[in-house]
Each structure stands twice: as structure tokens, then as C-alpha cells.
């Protein structure tokens, strides 16, 4: 699979997020829980650079809390401020202005040395495609706040969404993509519904998903499609084949239709039925590769 970025879109959005960031205090990073590496843009670091930041990670409800509480850890030591979030519940989003006031202190005692009294703070929310930003930006807008994405050419008057006394939101949500180019990032994207499937072959996305539940999250798979135990030494294909039969995917001729069977598996994987599931923990093997890429 070779999904690329083309350089010139790159340049654009990380132009205009450069621009807009002169604008704000604080960056709310939106990374997805459930796979908190492969959601965050390659160069974020370097693009955000100096400025404060506070991860908020999105879809929190849908992730494995084990895994919540791990990244939740693993970001505290790197010394910026985490979060989880579920913005369909409103979980988490109440805490956004404490996290944040803690994490501007050192900006609050600066403007104090300057005489300026206020702990008003502008933000600006920032991630990939699906990641849930305008989600975010409504619930903490208590509304339907009108998120307007770039249109080119059309310049506007910078808008601020007031959230409560002391926070201002961008209404423009950054908008960075994931890194495509490595397979497992991909696939990855895919599993937790970022990229369309129509872009992808679905069955290997599928016999993916499987093969990584069969290894993390055996009992779920096996409780949701009841399965055998002795399915789990068959090949993940296979599996998929089974879950088709399960769910009435049969052709004519008693031929299953995997790739029907890969939607639904995908349905159900991306809209929790199959359980929490998390799609990468600290410490994974893919891992120490990609944090070299974040550096
Ligand atoms: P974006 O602006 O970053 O592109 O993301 P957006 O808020 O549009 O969210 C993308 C999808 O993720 C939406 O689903 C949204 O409902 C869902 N979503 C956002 N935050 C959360 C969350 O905290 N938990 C869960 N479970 N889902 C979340 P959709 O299927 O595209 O639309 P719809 O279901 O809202 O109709």
C-alpha cells in the first residue's frame, strides 16, 4: 500500500499551521487514543516546536484503558500536558483549562512581571483528518460552533471561539496528515477508521485487524464472532472467512464474500463492538522506529 502525500499539499498545510500558531499561547494536540503514534504527524514536533502543547487524546472511550493510562504516563514524562477525551461523552474535556493554566504558568508569571493581569489564553486545536477536532471544538463551545475549513482562496477575518472566562479557540482547526508512507502506519490508520477504506484493500486491512486481535485481544474477537478457542491456531484469513459465514456472507455456491465480511469486522472494530481496543501500547515494537521519526 503506498499512500502519498504530495509534496506541495505538505508545505501548504504546514505553512498555513506555522502562520496560525503565531496567532495562539497553547496547542491542543489531538492524537487518538487507540494509536496515539501513527495519528500524529511526523514533523508535528518540529512544526509546534517552542510552543506549549497539551495532548488531548481523542476517542478515549473507544481505547483499551490500559493503553489510556500508559500513554497518559508516557506523555506526562516528556513534560507536556495529557489528557484523555471523549467528546461524544464530554469525558475529560472539563479538565482542559486546568491542565492548560498549570502548563502556562510560567506564561501567566511573565506577563505578571509586565503588569498584564490577564490569564486569558488562545488556542488553537490541531491534528489529523478524523481525529476529532471539530467533535472537540463543539463540545467545549457547548454548540455547534461553525468550524470552517480552509478554502483556498478565500481569505477571512480570523474568528475566536470563547470557551468560559479564560479560553479562546482558533475556529480553524490544523489540519496535519499522518505519515503514510510506512506500511504498519497505514494499516494502522485504517484499522481505526482515519483513512477511507475505499483507498485500501480492505481484506488485508481486515486479516490485519485480526491477526493483531488474535495476539492482544484473543477473548474479545472470540467472545464477539463465537468462536471456538481452536480458531485461534487457524490463519487470520481464514478467521475472516469464518466471521463471513458467521454473519450470512455467503455467495453462491457456499463462497464467502470476505470482503462483505471485512466491512463488518471493520464496523465493529471501529465502532467498539468488538470491545476497548487499543492499537498501540508504549513500548511496541514498531515503536522505538517511529519515535526516531518524531525527533
Ligand atoms: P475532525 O474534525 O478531526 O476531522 O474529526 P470529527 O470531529 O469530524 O470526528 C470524526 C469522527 O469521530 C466523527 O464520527 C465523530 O463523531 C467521531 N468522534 C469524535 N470524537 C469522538 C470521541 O471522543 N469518541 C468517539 N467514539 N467518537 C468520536 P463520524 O462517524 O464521522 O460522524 P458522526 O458519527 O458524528 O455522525
Known amino acids: 500500500m503506498s499512500i502519498q502525500w504530495f509534496p506541495g499539499h505538505m508545505a501548504k498545510a504546514r505553512r498555513q499551521v506555522t ?15 487507540r494509536l496515539p503514534i501513527s495519528s500524529r504527524n511526523p514533523m508535528m514536533g518540529e512544526i509546534v516546536s517552542q510552543k506549549p502543547r497539551v495532548i488531548l487524546l481523542t476517542k478515549c472511550d473507544l481505547a483499551d484503558p490500559k493503553a489510556n493510562k500508559m500513554w497518559v504516563e508516557y506523555f506526562r514524562e516528556q513534560g507536556v500536558g495529557v489528557l484523555e477525551v471523549d467528546a461524544k461523552t464530554g469525558k475529560g474535556v472539563n479538565l482542559i483549562q486546568s491542565v492548560t ?54 481569505t477571512k477575518a ?6 468560559g472566562q479564560n479560553l479562546e479557540l482558533l475556529d480553524t482547526p490544523g489540519i496535519l496528515w499522518p505519515k503514510f508512507e510506512d506500511h504498519g502506519v497505514g494499516l494502522r490508520l485504517a484499522l481505526s477508521g482515519a483513512i477511507k477504506e475505499e483507498i485500501l484493500p480492505i481484506e488485508e486491512v481486515a486479516v490485519h485487524g485480526i491477526s493483531y486481535l488474535k495476539e492482544r485481544y484473543a477473548t474479545d474477537l472470540m467472545t464477539r464472532y463465537k468462536l471456538q478457542d481452536s480458531a485461534l491456531e487457524q490463519e487470520s484469513y481464514e478467521l475472516l472467512q469464518e466471521i463471513g459465514k ?18 463488518i469486522f471493520l464496523n465493529d472494530l471501529q465502532g467498539g463492538m468488538i470491545g476497548r481496543i487499543s492499537f498501540e501500547y508504549p ?10 521519526v518524531q525527533r
Open 19 to 33: 502562520e496560525k500558531l503565531k496567532l495562539v499561547d497553547v496547542v491542543f494536540e489531538l492524537l487518538d487514543a
Open 101 to 154: 493554566d498549570k502548563l502556562l504558568q510560567p506564561l501567566f508569571e511573565t506577563r505578571q512581571r509586565k503588569g498584564i493581569l490577564t490569564r486569558r489564553v488562545r488556542a488553537m486545536v490541531l491534528g489529523i483528518p478524523n481525529v476529532g477536532k471539530s467533535s472537540l471544538i463543539n463540545r467545549l463551545a457547548k454548540r455547534a460552533a461553525t468550524v470552517t475549513g480552509d478554502r483556498p482562496g478565500v
Open 158 to 163: 480570523q474568528q475566536w471561539i470563547k470557551i
Open 246 to 263: 458467521k454473519r450470512g456472507c455467503i455467495q453462491r455456491g457456499g463462497i464467502v464474500n470476505t470482503e462483505k465480511a471485512a466491512e
Open 283 to 292: 513500548g511496541d515494537e514498531f515503536f522505538i522506529e517511529e519515535q526516531d
